[in-house]
């Protein structure tokens, strides 16, 4: 299985393991694992931190593409493709995150699991998307 992180997963497995769930920590230090960050989780912390909304410990955002390729991660571009096909995610009204829908919909169509300890993820499980927490 090929596994996509929410950007709270990857700011947790660079700076605050102990907040993972076991299940969760023992798939991202799995080497044999399959693990991706989407370029959009970049935008999504950049974004934030330059909004004063994120703090991130003793680097800066430009530094997180390099830490993830340290860890053996995969970066999963954005494909215009996937870009122009996001209309056919169907709308959940309790979930309007345009950040996450996006990271929903590469999931989807990459066929990743999702690891993410939030929950709205779970509204789009009859869209088949699997998470993992």
């Known amino acids: 299985m ?18 993972l769930s076991s299940v969760a920590l023992s798939v ?6 399959e693990i991706s960050v989407s ?15 994120l703090n991130l410990p003793a680097t800066s955002p430009e530094e997180l593409p390099q830490a993830t390729q340290s860890m053996g991660f ?12 996001y209309h056919h995610l169907l709308p ?12 929903i ?7 990743h699991c999702l ?3 939030d929950k709205k993820m779970k509204l789009y499980a009859d869209q088949g998307l699997q998470t993992l927490w």
């Open 2 to 19: 090929s596994y996509l992180l929410d950007p709270h997963t990857l700011l947790w497995i660079l700076f605050e393991p102990s907040k």
């Open 28 to 33: 991202l230090e799995d080497s044999h694992q």
């Open 39 to 53: 370029a959009i989780s970049f935008w999504e912390i950049s974004l934030k931190h330059g909004l004063g909304k």
């Open 74 to 85: 995969t970066i999963a571009e954005l494909d215009p493709t996937l870009l122009a096909s």
């Open 92 to 103: 959940q009204p309790d979930h309007k995150d345009p950040f996450d829908r996006l990271l």
């Open 105 to 111: 919909w590469q999931a989807l169509q990459c066929h």
């Open 115 to 117: 690891i993410s300890k």
